[in-house]
C-alpha cells in the first residue's frame, strides 16, 4: 500500500534564511508526488509535482522540490523564505500503476511559521 | 476555466440534525470528484469519491453518506449528525488521468453541537 510521511509537525525559519520541509513516500511502483499549500480556513492550493523526468521540480510562490529515489523523499524547498509563506503544507503520492480512480495519498502536513 | 464550489462555508448544527454539504463543478466534464475531512487543522482523510454519475466508492465506514446526482454535483449527507462529524469538509475534482492534480474547494467548517 502506498504511504506518505512527514516528519515534522512544525518548522520554524527566519525570513531571508532557506527553508526545506520533508517528505518521504513509500509505493510499490513509481509515484506520482505532489505538495499542497493550505492557509486557515481554506482549501489545498496545487504548489508543484513530480511526474517524471528533471529531480529538481520548479513550482508557485519560487517553491522547488527534488525527488530523491534512492532516498524515496521529495522535500520542499525555497531558497529565501517570506513570512506569507507560513502555512500548513502537505505532501502527497500516488502509484502510477495504481488502478482505481486518481487517489493520492496526503501526509499529516506541516506548519510552516515564518517569524519576521 | 474550470471552477468549484462548495457551499455553506459554515454550518453549526445540532446532534441528531440532517446534513447536506453540496459542491459543484463547472468548466469540465466528467470529472473525478472527492470528499475529504480535515480534523483539526491536519491531515486529510479521503471519505468518498466518484469517477462518474451514481458511482461512489466509501474509503471508511462512517455516519456519511455521498452522492452524484450530476456530473459536476457531488453531495455529502448524513440523516442523523454525530458530535465526531464535527470537521472542516472539503471537496476536489480532478481529471481522470493520475497524472493530475487535485483542485480544492474553500471547504465547510462544521460544528456538531
Known amino acids: 500500500a502506498q504511504s506518505v510521511a512527514q516528519p515534522e509537525d512544525q518548522v520554524n525559519v527566519a525570513e531571508g534564511n532557506p527553508l526545506t520541509v520533508k517528505c518521504t513516500y513509500s509505493v510499490s511502483g513509481n509515484p506520482y508526488l505532489f505538495w499542497y499549500v493550505q492557509y486557515p480556513n481554506r482549501g489545498l492550493q496545487f504548489l508543484l509535482k513530480y511526474i517524471t523526468g528533471d529531480n529538481l521540480v520548479k513550482g508557485s510562490y519560487g517553491f522547488e522540490a527534488e525527488f530523491n529515489k534512492s532516498q524515496t523523499s521529495f522535500h520542499l524547498k525555497k531558497p529565501s523564505a517570506l513570512v506569507s509563506d507560513s502555512a500548513l503544507y502537505f505532501c502527497?503520492?500516488?502509484?502510477?500503476?495504481?488502478?482505481?480512480?486518481?487517489?493520492?495519498?496526503f501526509g499529516s502536513g506541516t506548519r510552516l511559521s515564518i517569524r519576521p | 476555466s474550470q471552477t468549484i464550489h462548495q457551499w455553506p462555508a459554515t454550518l453549526v448544527q445540532p446532534v441528531g440534525s440532517p446534513l447536506s454539504l453540496e459542491c459543484t463543478v463547472e468548466?469540465?466534464?466528467?470529472?473525478?470528484l472527492y470528499w475529504y475531512r480535515q480534523a483539526a487543522g491536519r491531515g486529510l482523510q479521503l471519505l468518498f469519491y466518484s469517477v462518474g454519475i451514481g458511482q461512489i466508492s466509501s474509503e471508511v465506514p462512517q455516519n456519511l453518506s455521498a452522492s452524484r446526482p450530476q456530473d459536476r454535483q457531488f453531495i455529502l449527507s448524513s440523516k442523523k449528525l454525530l458530535l465526531s462529524d464535527s470537521g472542516f469538509y472539503l471537496c476536489?475534482?480532478?481529471?481522470?488521468?493520475?497524472?493530475?492534480?487535485?483542485?480544492f474547494g474553500a471547504g465547510t467548517r462544521l460544528s456538531v453541537l
Open positions: 476536489a475534482w480532478s481529471y481522470t488521468n493520475p497524472k493530475n492534480i487535485q483542485y
Open positions: 502527497a503520492v500516488r502509484d502510477k500503476g495504481y488502478s482505481s480512480a486518481s487517489k493520492i495519498i
Open positions: 468548466g469540465t466534464s466528467n470529472p473525478n
